[in-house]
């Protein structure tokens, strides 16, 4: 079965801090995409950062990377320097084929 | 830059009803998607579309059906409304090549409520 776990529902971090999100994944697929979605409240949801399995070198933009440990089923997400903006909800997600398949999500709130 | 459109933010319907949700995008994606989001349920795949008149369903269709005549848009029915589908459905679109191949684009959701 195809399974994203994230298993943070709530976290906050304070206004330029550091914070990082978890997220673990199952499947028996070698190839395949991870992704990090964010969702303001009330708005439009939008890819944050993607990670290609085959490739070792972790993803970054700008204040976003991700840790990638493809062995243990890993892809966490690291907001550096957070802002008032990043506050949402941040969705785990990986494709193969057609489906994507989303964890449950963390809720991000970044505090003045 | 890639719009998707979803014809109603919020919807209020009574038990029973039939209900269409409408999805538009405007990137001339091949392929689409319906989703519910449940708070602690993350998002669940209801069906997707990879052509014109082509569908598959995904993890709980039951209760649904959707329509795909034109490429650009894909509705979602309720045949019978009940209040265990009150919930946000999200529309997605994605393309089959390019750069964007492996991206999904959301449209705003619709908030549903069923009394």
């Known amino acids: 079965a195809q399974t994203v776990t994230q298993s943070q529902p709530e976290m906050s971090v304070q206004e330029a801090e550091t914070v990082t999100l978890s997220c673990t994944y199952d499947?028996?697929?070698?190839?395949?995409?991870l992704f990090w979605y964010k969702q303001p409240p009330s708005r439009q949801m939008i890819l944050v950062i993607r990670q290609e399995a085959y490739k070792q070198q972790n993803a970054t933009e700008n204040r976003f990377s991700v840790n990638f440990q493809k062995a243990a089923k890993s892809f966490s997400l690291k907001i550096s320097d957070s802002q008032l903006g990043d506050t949402a909800m941040y969705f785990c997600a990986f494709n193969t084929g057609n489906q994507f398949y989303f964890g449950t999500g963390t809720s991000l709130t970044v505090i003045p | 830059d890639v719009k998707v459109t979803q014809s109603s933010r919020y919807l209020v319907k009574r038990t029973g009803e039939k209900v269409f949700l409408e999805c538009v995008q405007d990137?001339?994606?091949?392929?689409m998607f319906w989703y519910r989001q449940d708070p602690g349920l993350g998002l669940r795949l209801i069906y997707f579309s990879y052509d014109v008149k082509m569908k598959e369903k995904g993890d709980i269709p039951e209760g649904y059906s959707v329509s795909r005549e034109k490429k650009e848009r894909f509705s979602l029915i309720l045949e019978s409304a009940s209040t265990n589908q009150t919930s946000m459905y999200l529309c997605?679109?994605?393309?089959?090549?390019?750069?964007?191949?492996?991206?999904?684009?959301f449209g705003p959701g619709t908030r549903l409520t069923v009394l």
């Open positions: 990137m001339d994606h091949e392929n």
């Open positions: 499947t028996s697929e070698n190839n395949y995409y």
């Open positions: 997605a679109s994605r393309p089959s090549s390019g750069t964007a191949y492996n991206e999904q684009f």
